[in-house]
């Protein structure tokens, strides 16, 4: 029996869970386990997450930039202003463009978009996967083999394609791409709710409630989804990071969001060919792309010890 | 292991089938090919119209377009193009010719980095190595993939200019006039490939970095690896005969799970560096609404998709010997 | 040194440590895992340590084979072979591991690499100490298949662990930790993870090993049941700490410590007629932040104020038996159920279960 004491010695997942099996860990687990409720537990640990909470604040700010900014900013995202083409100035933060477009304004603007559809597209992916996922991972037998065949019908495409495809025909409207590319995302989130589901319902608190008679509406929302809840909300920041990349792509490809609105990878695009002439017009979208995208993952990681202190030893 | 091979291919035979199928349907449904050509100033005579209509079956009912054009690709027909003088089939082939040696090199690449940044930083947990590994590796997690190909392609220009001399090529996959014998051409098309690939590479390593490091942080912590230490095994011996031999086994699963997403950054950075591969192949013909030129496309990626996803099993299986294939 | 043990096997030890301490760091506060614990192997002897899980018992073995994290803060001594292995770096503790000293974990499941065959990792374990040739190595694995009792030695050395029951599985375990002749094997826990059934061919496996190599054992378990058949000298630890050292004799019949005479009384015994098994209630202390005193204390039926306050010295007794407590002349010569009745509200809900199960029963409940 190994001294399961030492919190910093990991002994890996397998040996651990060798030992929750055996009956000499239950009374220290009573022991060491305080009295405090797995969401406080969780927050607390996320709070101390210094990477995660610093990244925090800072997509927060993006968020308040992009929609409080863009109301009491002086310039429209449409707005043509005299100076075109000029560099960044007092009047012009992020310079303009060569129409006369205040880019800072545009930035603002693709903001919102990208940021909406990256946010739509994980909550639809994750919706449909993980109701997916989870019954063919619970009824298992036929439904499963069925539900998983067209999950893995929908893996064999490549994504880019496809959605560039559907995306050609949005007429770039922001919210149809995004139910585009969450309706091709969901099969991946499907798969991993599968898996947790499908460990989980070999444990005992769940074999024990069925023993008792559980309906399996029960089991499903009071033991398996509170469980796989770490998994999916993890899952969920991490796709939010995985769809704004998507969709600045399919937009820089011009399957996305059409002019005259605009986003993060449309700003990019159409500054492509100036980036030694006015470089603003390229760097500050494409690092507000970055800033999301990398505060989100961090978010995620936070999360994920978050939920999961075994894990905390795996993070860095 | 043959056996399960083969019917791992004959069950996606049915896979293959029904997707494309599906998006046969949904690009049939959504454009009109025809839209060009009726738009066209002055319009043409509505003889001709009828011809092109008739010349890309959309007289015949959508089910039969489709039986059509999947009885066609058995013999070697991918069906009519919107562009009456391409031959999709022989087209598609050279495109994804070109593609293919982007996405091999970008892809052994990408695991060489990934599997030693993941050792290394799994070894050295907590070191400054590993903190600077982790964080370059959510940057590029976090980098759009186009986005790092025009820094990139602007970095070989500027270089370029300030040498005077043609350091990096940033256009196209080959020089146009093809000159000297087999070896000048084959550096000429590996010095194209230089940029894309480490454009490619570095987007793609990231995730397959850190996934490494935690499957190498999992087995070096197993009490195997600790019984091995306990033989009195030197500590390199253990990491690379105990530790990363099964790390390795689910990374080739994870791989394989990226091919997908691997081929979509290869259209990106094709489009960047101005390839006429298979990227610009498909975005031409979506644009075109040329049906049978981008059903082609599809079919033969999933193809490749699915191919590789068998290459992955079966390395799986040899790998771990647990796996049978029964 | 503040034992010195005179029963048991005479001649020089193999093994002393002395005043090991082991600690954790971590975010809530240092974790004393190891708190001073000092013995010494003799040649060809057993020394069984029991304890609960988190007494330290593991951490022990691990900080002898320096196989501890590099987290861990380690002081004390470790003497072998002249050596004290505290001060040795990773060269010469490889030379140490295996060869002089070796290990038998805990879980057969995990404890062999799943994608080499079982005879592949014992001919390992020779190379990795001796310039032999791959093929000559493989007959050796083979030969000491053969020695721990597997059938079919030559065709099972050719299979992987998943192909191996977990009985087998700790005999290659044992297998491997017998190859080089050791001076010392240190079993951690062997037969926890395994059937009941499988237990008793283990520990004669592990006997057989010792007899074989002429190696001193050091066998850790939670298991009185185990101890008593196997070790001929007994340390009980408690929260990273020696409470009390003996002859099994001694400590089987004539305990000086309340923890041991609980230990005694959760066990089920053939030979002293009781009605109910008399389980130790509560948990033992997480060792960080300890408070001052006996860290048995809020489970003691003999708590005193000063135990709360001073923490007892291991002090000899009669025999050269050790016990720490401040109230020793009270334990001796009691009977558990009397000692522990008083604090055991739910004893009366364990039956004695004089069956197989037994042996695996818990010390602590």
Known sequence: MPDETIPDMPTGSDSRLQVATTPEAGPEREFTVKERSQAQLVFRRFLQHRLAMISLVVFVLIILFAYVGAAIWKYDAGTITEQNSAPPSGDHPFGTDAVGHDTLAQVMRGTQISLQISILVAIFATVVGTVWGAVAGYYRGWLDTVLMRIADLVLTLPLLAVAAVLGHQSGGSWWLIAVVIGGLYWAYVSRVARGVVLSLREKEFVEASKALGASDSRIIFRHLVPNALGAIIVNLTILVSIAILLETALSFLGFGVQPPDTSLGLLVSSAQTAIDTRPWLFYFPGIFIILIALTINFIGDGLRDAFDPQQTKVRA | ?326 | MTQNVSDGRGGDPVLVVEDLTVQFPTGEGVVSAVRGVNYQLRRGEVLGIVGESGSGKSVTSLAVMGLLPKTAKVSGSIRFGGKDLLKCNEKELNKVRGKGIAMVFQDPMTSLNPVYTVGDQIAEAITAHHDVRKDVAKKQAIELLDLVRIPNPKQRADEYPHQLSGGMRQRVVIAIAMANNPDVIIADEPTTALDVTVQAQILEALQAAQKETGAAMVLITHDLGVIAGQADRVHVMYAGKVVESGTVDDIFYNPRMPYTLGLLGSLPRLDVKTERLTPITGSPPATQNMPPGCPFSPRCPLSQPICDEEEPELVAGPNGQHAACHFTEQVVGKDPAELFSATSADAAAVPVAVDATATDTETNR
Do not use: C
């Not at chain 2, 490619?200 to 091995?228: G, H, I, K, P």
């Open chain 2, 1 to 326: 292991m043959l056996a399960f091979a083969l019917r791992r291919l004959f069950v996606s035979v049915p896979i293959l089938i029904v997707s494309t199928f599906v998006v046969f349907v949904m690009v049939s449904l959504s454009a009109n090919p025809l839209t060009p050509l009726i738009a066209r100033n002055p319009p043409p005579p509505p003889r001709t119209i009828e011809l092109e209509r008739i010349r890309l079956h959309l007289d015949q009912p959508i089910l039969e377009r489709y039986w059509h054009w999947i009885t066609g690709v058995l013999h070697g027909d991918f069906g009519p193009s919107v562009q009456s003088t391409m031959n999709i089939g022989s087209e598609v082939f050279g495109r994804f010719g070109v593609t293919l040696r982007l996405i091999v090199l970008a892809m052994v690449v990408a695991l060489i980095l990934a599997v030693l940044i993941g050792v290394i930083s799994a070894s050295r947990q907590y070191s400054k190595f590993d903190y600077t590994a982790t964080f370059f590796g959510f940057l590029f997690l976090s980098m759009p993939s186009f986005w790092f190909a025009l820094v990139l392609k602007q970095v070989g220009i500027s270089i370029n200019t300030t040498v005077g001399d043609q350091v990096f090529y940033t256009i196209g996959s080959s020089s146009v006039v093809a000159a000297g014998g087999f070896w000048a051409q084959f550096g000429d098309v590996l010095g194209h490939l230089i940029l894309p690939t480490i454009s490619l590479a570095l987007t793609s390593y990231a995730a397959w970095s850190r996934y490494q490091r935690a499957s190498m942080l999992e087995v070096l912590n197993s009490d195997y690896v600790r019984l091995a230490r306990a033989k009195g095994l030197p500590r390199w011996t253990v990491t690379r005969k105990h530790a990363l031999r099964n790390a390795l086994i689910p990374l080739t699963t994870v791989t394989a799970l990226d091919i997908g997403s691997i081929l979509g950054g290869a259209v990106v950075t094709e489009t960047v560096f101005q390839w006429q591969g298979a990227g610009a192949f498909l975005l031409d013909a979506i644009k075109r609404s040329d049906v049978y030129a981008v059903e082609a496309w599809l079919l033969i990626a999933a193809t490749f998709i699915i191919l590789l996803n068998l290459v992955a099993d079966l390395l799986y299986g040899l790998l771990d010997p647990r796996i049978r294939y029964a």
